[in-house]
């Protein structure tokens, strides 16, 4: 974002590159902030016509030495419909000359970018809803093409996969479970009476019970033991939750590895799935979200564990944005699906009025809660 760099176009795209590496953005034809807004009466411009006196390039810049063209001050234009400019040429206001423009006609922006010009049979309104559909869930489906690659990266460089099984390594130091007298390779059958099938049914277990004594049933061999322990407490994100030194076992086979990006990403899919029902379901909490303050942070601790740590952070962070992006909250791709599937509906899409207040009341509660968000993230991560 921010001020260009530099730009290029091609087959009637505009491809910028801009100085603040914040994100990226997509202006679609015929969305507000279009360059043809910019030639309101009394705007000075510079058309450059072609052999038929047809205008195909309009600068509105004060870079001058663009193209040789004939100086005009704008008093009316239609660039969706009719397509033409009029003005006063060369400051003679005694006359009000009208040009054609070409359909393909490109405007120069007053940083000196050139756009295409989007005439309404190109607009994106204009396009059939499927297409408006796939193109509003792009942005989501790349964040999770995205997550799939990095977390299948991360499968080789940290040769092999941490398995959801139920079978645990035991940490060599500092670990309740080694003192209580579990072993590698032990089945964690049941915790307090609750069956654990998988890594996260164990985790749920102990998590949720720090400093108080846990019963834990392994199968070893073949044989059920019963291990008692107290699960040590640790704070995260202002919550107290147990743990007793355990990790998960890694499936080191090829197929674990290839296949790590989509299982990887499927599970903690789901976990971000609860997580955010908890969260609508009553159980909020400021501290369970985190703004670009919390991911400067968490950025700052991935780094520390190495590439692994960064591969693995990069993957949950394109996860987020893909599923919170999918979130049906005016502004957010989500809420763009749900005019759509009211336009498929109905048979016509909203007014342009209605779609107007309704993202402006979703952006102005996504910007109330980013900054409560951020401040609550420099009090949680700097203050305290």
Same mark, same amino acid.
């Not at 940490?171 to 609750?194: E, L, T, W």
């Not at 994100?237 to 147990?242: D, I, L, M, S, V």
């Not at 942070?297 to 993957?315: C, K, N, P």
């Not at 951020?374 to 700097?382: K, M, P, S």
């Given at each position: 974002?921010?001020?260009?760099?530099?730009?290029?176009?091609?087959?009637?795209?505009?491809?910028?590159?801009?100085?603040?590496?914040?994100?990226?953005?997509?202006?679609?034809?015929?969305e507000a902030d279009d360059g043809e807004e910019e030639?309101?009466?009394?705007?000075?411009?510079?058309?450059?016509?072609?052999?038929?006196?047809?205008?195909?390039?309009?600068?509105?810049?004060?870079?001058?030495?663009?193209?040789?063209?004939?100086?005009?001050?704008?008093?009316?234009?239609?660039?969706?419909?009719?397509?033409?400019? $009029?003005?006063?040429?060369?400051?003679?206001?005694?006359?009000?000359?009208?040009?054609?423009?070409?359909?393909?006609?490109?405007?120069?922006?007053?940083?000196?970018?050139? *756009?295409?010009?989007?005439?309404?049979?190109?607009?994106?309104?204009?396009?059939?809803?499927?297409?408006?559909?796939?193109?509003?869930?792009?942005?989501?489906?790349?964040?999770?093409?995205?997550?799939?690659?990095?977390?299948?990266?991360?499968?080789?460089?940290?040769?092999?996969?941490?398995?959801?099984?139920?079978?645990?390594?035991?940490?060599?130091?500092?670990?309740?479970?080694?003192?209580?007298?579990?072993?590698?390779?032990?089945?964690?059958?049941?915790?307090?009476? +609750?069956?654990?099938?998988?890594?996260?049914?164990?985790?749920?277990?102990?998590?949720? $019970?720090?400093?108080?004594?846990?019963?834990?049933?392994?199968?070893?061999?073949?044989?059920? $033991?019963?291990?008692?322990?107290?699960?040590?407490?640790?704070?995260?994100?202002?919550?107290?939750?147990?743990?007793?030194g355990i990790t998960q076992t890694m499936d080191t086979?090829?197929?674990?590895?290839?296949?790590?990006?989509?299982?990887?990403?499927?599970?903690?899919?789901?976990?971000?799935?609860?997580?955010?029902?908890?969260?609508?379901?009553? +159980?909020?909490?400021?501290?369970?979200?985190?703004?670009?303050?919390?991911?400067?942070?968490?950025?700052?601790?991935?780094?520390?564990?190495?590439?692994?740590?960064?591969?693995?952070?990069?993957?949950?962070?394109?996860?987020?944005?893909?599923?919170?992006?999918?979130?049906?909250?005016?502004?957010?791709?989500?809420? $763009?699906?749900?005019?759509?599937?009211?336009?498929?509906?109905?048979?016509?899409?909203?007014?342009?009025?209605?779609?107007?207040?309704?993202?402006?009341?979703?952006?102005?509660? *996504?910007?109330?809660?980013?900054?409560?968000?951020?401040?609550?993230?420099?009090?949680?991560?700097?203050?305290?």
């Open positions: 974002m921010g001020p260009k760099v530099f730009y290029y176009r091609k087959n009637g795209t505009t491809f910028t590159l801009r100085l603040l590496p914040l994100g990226g953005y997509v202006r679609m034809a015929g030639l309101k009466p009394g705007t000075p411009v510079t058309l450059q016509l072609n052999d038929q006196n047809v205008v195909t390039s309009i600068n509105t810049s004060n870079k001058h030495s663009l193209f040789q063209g004939i100086p005009v001050t704008i008093t009316d234009t239609d660039l969706d419909t009719k397509l033409y400019v $009029k003005g006063y040429e060369n400051g003679d206001e005694t006359q009000i000359k009208s040009y054609p423009v070409d359909h393909d006609a490109t405007i120069i922006e007053t940083d000196g970018t050139e *756009l295409q010009i989007a005439p309404r049979d190109v607009q994106f309104q204009s396009a059939p809803l499927p297409k408006r559909m796939l193109t509003n869930v792009a942005g989501v489906f790349n964040n999770f093409i995205l997550a799939i690659l990095v977390y299948t990266i991360l499968g080789f460089v940290q040769g092999g996969v941490a398995s959801n099984s139920n079978k645990v390594n035991v940490m060599p130091n500092d670990s309740v479970a080694r003192d209580a007298g579990m072993k590698s390779g032990d089945q964690v059958v049941s915790i307090d009476g +609750h069956k654990t099938s998988n890594w996260q049914d164990m985790a749920i277990q102990i998590q949720a $019970k720090p400093d108080k004594r846990i019963s834990v049933i392994v199968n070893r061999d073949g044989q059920n $033991k019963s291990l008692y322990m107290k699960p040590k407490s640790q704070t995260a994100n202002g919550k107290k939750t147990g743990f007793i086979s090829f197929q674990a590895k290839i296949l790590s990006g989509f299982t990887t990403t499927w599970s903690m899919g789901k976990t971000l799935l609860g997580a955010l029902w908890s969260m609508v379901s009553g +159980h909020f909490s400021l501290n369970d979200l985190g703004g670009p303050v919390a991911i400067f942070a968490t950025t700052s601790q991935a780094t520390s564990l190495g590439i692994a740590g960064v591969l693995r952070f990069l993957a949950f962070l394109s996860l987020n944005l893909a599923i919170i992006n999918l979130v049906p909250i005016p502004g957010l791709d989500g809420g $763009k699906l749900i005019l759509n599937i009211i336009e498929a509906i109905r048979r016509k899409p909203v007014s342009q009025t209605t779609e107007t207040i309704v993202t402006l009341i979703g952006f102005a509660f *996504l910007m109330l809660l980013m900054i409560l968000v951020t401040w609550n993230d420099i009090e949680r991560y700097f203050l305290h």
